[in-house]
Structure formats: structure tokens, C-alpha cells
């Protein structure tokens, strides 16, 4: 059964940056639509970032865009986050997905909490 590890969650300042990562193993995440979502609290899980399989198009929620990069190294097969500027309204636990099909796998996500 294919597996998604997120790693990198946190306490940061406002203002502050993270870095997440999502490792795969029985999955070669060039072979899938790789996102990272996040569910704060209260609210419905809402989807962040994007990266298609060949092409490498990339797309984001308008709340983090150009704040968040999403990207993906092959050869290490991990899909990553970078956070920049985190605000205090980003704090929630972020999750990897992918997806080809019908196919779709979670991880079990890493918690970011953004607070002074």
C-alpha cells in the first residue's frame, strides 16, 4: 500500500518560514498530481498547492499565493512545501495527497501553528 510522510510542522513566529516535506514509498510522485492540503480547526479541510506529474504546473489558493512554494525532487521522490510570511491564520494541519485516477492517498498529516 502506497505511504505519504509528512515531516517539518511547527511552531513559528508571524512572519517566519517552514519548510514541509512529504516522503513517498510504494509511489513515485512524478507519476501523480501531488497536493498539499490543510485543515485548521473548525473548518473543512481546504486544498493549498498543486503540482501536475509531467508538466510540473503549478497552482495555489489565493491565501498563499506567493507566499507558499510547492515542489517536487524526483529523485528523492518528495514533494515539499516552503512557507514564507506565515500568518497566524495559517495554522492548521497540513496534509500531502496524491492523485492519478482514481486513485488518491493521504498522509497523516504534520501540525504548523503560527503564533507569537
Known amino acids: 500500500q502506497p505511504q505519504l510522510v509528512e515531516f517539518g510542522g511547527g511552531l513559528v513566529q508571524p512572519g517566519g518560514s517552514l519548510r514541509l516535506s512529504c516522503e513517498a514509498s510504494?509511489?513515485?510522485?512524478?507519476?501523480?498530481?501531488m497536493s498539499w492540503y490543510r485543515q485548521a480547526p473548525g473548518k473543512e479541510r481546504e486544498l493549498v498547492a498543486r503540482?501536475?506529474?509531467?508538466?510540473?504546473?503549478?497552482s495555489y489558493d489565493g491565501s498563499v499565493e506567493g507566499r507558499f512554494t510547492i515542489s517536487r525532487d524526483d529523485a528523492k521522490n518528495m514533494v515539499y512545501l516552503q512557507m514564507n510570511n506565515l500568518k497566524p491564520e495559517d495554522t492548521a494541519v497540513y496534509y500531502c495527497?496524491?492523485?492519478?485516477?482514481?486513485?488518491?492517498?493521504w498522509g497523516q498529516g504534520t501540525q504548523v501553528t503560527v503564533s507569537s
Open positions: 495527497k496524491a492523485d492519478w485516477g482514481l486513485s488518491r492517498y
Open positions: 510504494r509511489l513515485t510522485v512524478s507519476r501523480y498530481h
Open positions: 503540482i501536475t506529474p509531467t508538466s510540473r504546473t503549478t
